[in-house]
């Protein structure tokens, strides 16, 4: 599951690592890794975010790249648009 770009790692690799969905070497270290839902993801997202400032916006790419993932309707996708933009406001 490691996501490599030209010889390094993603910056969605690195905001999953930090999220605690992936390990370091990019195996799956969260059990709910694929099943996860919206509401998780962003709960994830915001201690990664405090645990880990340096990587907010590869916190904020992976918890969207969660969000996405999972959600099974676009609709679920818009309800969780406002907790997203507070994240960015948060991170900037």
Known sequence: MQQVVGGQISATHIGMASMGCLTAEGLAQCPKLGKCNASRAMVCMGEAIENFPEAKA???????????????????????????????????
């Open 58 to 92: 590869e916190v904020l790419l992976a918890g969207l790249a969660v969000v996405s993932r999972s959600a099974k309707s676009i609709l679920e996708i818009r309800k969780i648009v406002p907790r997203l933009e507070m994240a960015v406001q948060v991170a900037a």
